[in-house]
């Protein structure tokens, strides 16, 4: 009855992670227009050859930001700051509210869930490699890699796709780092105080989304997987709660959605408003 319980709570993880996932993604986008393209005149025409990868890419990136298709690793680092703005949005209000939702549904049995767990030490090694690929250091670190060959092979999207997973790392980790010292929850394991939200779930589905938005479905469900894989390892290995997980992938979806659309027509204000019972802080979009 035990492993049954297990692999029950294993597989709602998974399926809720699944069809979240697509529901979000599904809900934020918009038609994309064609791009046309001049073709070169005289002695341009005789200029270097498109780069494959961009040519071949069948789902590109809509509103990048980047006016150069091949940004230098300044002009990408320089984006950031500008992402901590635009994080706010209606796009991440959309993202982290059905989160949000998603993450106190399943707060009632995040103790259920974690004792079924607890039980079974075959998923704990099982779960082993979610808890490096998950790591921020691994995920920056591959983000890193994707730019620098891209830059070093001449392939100006791949230096574009892993300007995005860099930014995309950098924004989430900021915002969930900030959480987890906000919320103060202990983690199952009682080793800290830095449960919610889960920045290894973040971290994966950050690279979820960027690696969507630019491939589209067919490389994003890949990523999506090992993120929901993920995920599961944190379970495994007593580090975090299942609502932990499910609000950390919303931050990494809203993440990886920040720095691959563009930020001209919405804006938010933040503000601290007195209550009865202390401060609450108020998001306005407009």
């Given at each position: 009855m035990?492993?049954?319980?297990?692999?029950?709570?294993?597989?709602s993880?998974v399926?809720?992670l699944s069809?979240w996932v697509?529901?979000?993604?599904a809900?934020?986008e918009?038609?994309v227009?064609?791009v046309?393209q001049e073709?070169p005149?005289?002695?341009?025409?005789?200029?270097k050859?498109p780069?494959?990868?961009v040519?071949k890419?069948?789902s590109?990136v809509?509103?990048?930001?980047?006016g150069?298709?091949?940004?230098?690793?300044?002009?990408t680092l320089?984006?950031?700051?500008?992402?901590?703005?635009?994080f706010?949005s209606?796009?991440?209000a959309l993202?982290?509210?059905?989160?949000?939702?998603?993450?106190?549904a399943?707060?009632p049995?995040d103790?259920?869930?974690h004792?079924?767990i607890?039980?079974s030490?075959?998923?704990e090694d099982?779960?082993?490699?979610g808890?490096?690929?998950?790591?921020?250091?691994?995920?920056l670190g591959g983000?890193?890699?994707v730019?620098?060959i891209?830059?070093?092979?001449?392939?100006?999207?791949l230096?574009t796709l892993?300007g995005?997973?860099i930014r995309a790392?950098?924004l989430t980790a900021?915002y969930t780092q900030?959480l987890?010292?906000?919320t103060?929850?202990?983690?199952?394991?009682?080793s800290?105080?830095q449960?919610?939200p889960?920045?290894?779930?973040?971290a994966?589905?950050a690279?979820a989304?960027?690696?969507?938005?630019?491939?589209?479905?067919?490389w994003?469900?890949?990523g999506y997987?090992?993120?929901?894989y993920?995920a599961?390892?944190?379970?495994a290995?007593?580090?975090h709660?299942l609502s932990?997980v499910?609000?950390?992938?919303?931050?990494?979806?809203?993440?990886?959605?920040?720095v691959?659309v563009?930020?001209?027509?919405?804006?938010?204000?933040?503000g601290?408003?007195?209550?009865?019972?202390?401060?609450?802080?108020?998001?306005?979009i407009d």
């Open positions: 035990a492993r049954r319980g297990v692999r029950l709570c294993v597989v993880l399926s809720l069809l697509p529901a979000v993604a809900a934020q918009k038609p227009e064609p046309v073709k005149v005289g002695s341009a025409a005789q200029a050859p780069d494959p990868v040519t890419r069948s590109p809509d509103d990048t930001d980047f150069d298709p091949a940004p230098t690793l300044g002009f320089k984006q950031v700051p500008r992402d901590f703005a635009h706010w209606r796009d991440t993202t982290l509210g059905l989160g949000g939702a998603a993450a106190l399943v707060h049995v103790d259920d869930v004792d079924a607890a039980e030490t075959r998923l099982f779960f082993d490699a808890n490096v690929y998950g790591s921020f250091a691994v995920q983000a890193f890699g730019y620098t891209g830059r070093l092979g001449s392939h100006a999207h230096s892993g995005d997973l790392q950098l900021g900030a987890k010292f906000a103060d929850r202990e983690r199952p394991d009682g800290n105080s449960s919610f889960s920045g290894h779930a973040s994966a589905f690279t989304n960027v690696i969507r938005r630019h491939y589209g479905w067919g994003g469900s890949l997987g090992l993120a929901a993920v599961s390892a944190r379970l290995h007593d580090r709660y932990d499910v609000f950390g992938a919303a931050i990494g979806i809203a993440g990886g959605r920040t691959t563009s930020h001209d027509r919405h804006h938010a204000t933040i601290a408003v007195p209550t009865a019972g202390g401060v609450a802080v108020r998001v306005s």
